[in-house]
T-cell receptor
Framework: DTAVSQTPKYLVTQMGNDKSIKCEQNLGHDTMYWYKQDSKKFLKIMFSYNNKELIINETVPNRFSPKSPDKAHLNLHINSLELGDSAVYFC??????????????FGEGSRLTVL | AQSVAQPEDQVNVAEGNPLTVKCTYSVSGNPYLFWYVQYPNRGLQFLLKYITGDNLVKGSYGFEAEFNKSQTSFHLKKPSALVSDSALYFCAVKTGGGNKLTFGTGTQLKVEL
């Protein structure tokens, strides 16, 4: 069973469109994340949710809106897509608590191409 | 603020030779340090971590890393490289209790026959 699964794996769309990427984890973790990896492979955190509550919100345009319906799911919706949004988006999860050591479990990534 | 630096974009090693991938960090407080590996078109996989205790940490696939507080470094090492070790390696840091893991820029390891 896949621990952290993302859909779709590939997404090609036109500028100005709205798209969503879904993420689910079956590890029982409390915290989920979205990371963006650009064409140079730089990896940057975008958002983090703990038990459906937003705890990290980096400097990300308002066009990006995460939604966590429950602690096992974290979706990413992007409005008015721009060329610069083209990247690989990774979902990850971790168990947060006193014994938290920050180990992240990553999904396989969703490659978004904006034309 | 916390940050990590990986000074080498690429490291080339012959199979069977030892390898080192460098990482230095900057953080307020005690660091939690990690290494992750990314194979082509895959997500990142956890390799090893330093939280406290012994400065030499052993991880998956024969990799190890040494925490050096005075040099603020956490270099990844392996005594004998394999072609299958070729991948992109990321160093990462967080502070205890913090939720934000900051990644370095990655080092592409290429192991050749």
């Amino acid at each position: 069973d896949t621990a952290v699964s993302q859909t779709p794996k590939y997404l090609v769309t036109q500028m100005g469109n709205d798209k969503s990427i879904k993420c689910e984890q079956n590890l029982g973790h409390d915290t989920m994340y979205w990371y963006k990896q650009d064409s140079k492979k730089f990896l940057k955190i975008m958002f983090s949710y703990n038990n459906k509550e937003l705890i990290i919100n980096e400097t990300v345009p308002n066009r990006f809106s995460p939604k966590s319906p429950d602690k096992a799911h974290l979706n990413l919706h992007i409005n008015s897509l721009e060329l610069g949004d083209s990247a690989v988006y990774f979902c990850a999860s971790s168990q947060v608590g006193l014994a938290n050591t920050g180990e992240l479990f990553f999904g396989e990534g969703s490659r978004l191409t904006v034309l | 603020a916390q940050s990590v630096a990986q000074p080498e974009d690429q490291v080339n090693v012959a199979e069977g030779n030892p390898l080192t991938v460098k990482c230095t960090y900057s953080v307020s407080g005690n660091p939690y340090l990690f290494w992750y590996v990314q194979y082509p078109n895959r997500g990142l996989q956890f390799l090893l971590k330093y939280i406290t205790g012994d400065n030499l940490v052993k991880g998956s696939y024969g990799f190890e890393a040494e925490f050096n507080k005075s040099q603020t470094s956490f270099h990844l090492k392996k005594p004998s490289a394999l072609v299958s070790d070729s991948a992109l390696y990321f160093c990462a840091v967080k502070t205890g209790g913090g939720n934000k893991l900051t990644f370095g820029t990655g080092t592409q390891l290429k192991v050749e026959l």
